[in-house]
């Protein structure tokens, strides 16, 4: 996708830098058999393409990428599929703006 002066966003979002957290994951999956359609949503919905589907057909997130838009809070907090935090201070995205 391209903005009006030609930029694509995803050239925009690669500007962005992320520090990792390791080992603190600031959102987790609840343990499921079968995704629930609130799960397999996030799927298409998060715009850092952080949950996939495993070889299990379970739904897994890797949230290091995550530009805490609130998509997935919104859709799956609620529903209990999901645990969302902010990242710990000083971790997380780090947005790059202009
Ligand atoms: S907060 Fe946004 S970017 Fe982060 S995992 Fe959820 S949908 Fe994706």
Same mark, same amino acid.
């Given at each position: 996708? $391209?903005?009006?002066?030609?930029? +694509?966003?995803?050239?925009?979002?690669? &500007?962005?830098?992320?520090?990792?957290?390791?080992?603190? !994951?600031?959102?987790?999956?609840?343990?499921? $058999?079968?995704? $629930?359609? !609130? =799960? =397999?949503? =996030?799927?298409?919905?998060?715009?850092?393409?952080?949950?996939?589907?495993? $070889?299990?057909? &379970?739904?897994?997130?890797?949230?290091?990428?995550?530009?805490?838009?609130?998509?997935? +809070?919104?859709?799956?907090?609620?529903?209990?599929?999901?645990?969302?935090?902010?990242? +710990?201070?000083?971790?997380?995205? =780090?947005?790059?703006?202009?």
């Amino acid at each position: 996708m $391209s903005t009006e002066t030609g930029v +694509r966003v995803e050239d925009k979002l690669y &500007q962005n830098r992320y520090l990792v957290d390791a080992g603190q !994951a600031h959102i987790k999956v609840k343990p499921h $058999s079968k995704p $629930s359609p !609130a =799960l =397999l949503s =996030l799927i298409k919905a998060c715009p850092a393409h952080c949950y996939e589907i495993n $070889s299990n057909g &379970q739904v897994e997130v890797a949230p290091d990428g995550c530009m805490e838009c609130g998509t997935c +809070r919104v859709i799956a907090e609620g529903t209990g599929d999901i645990e969302w935090n902010y990242p +710990r201070g000083g971790y997380g995205v =780090l947005f790059k703006f202009g």
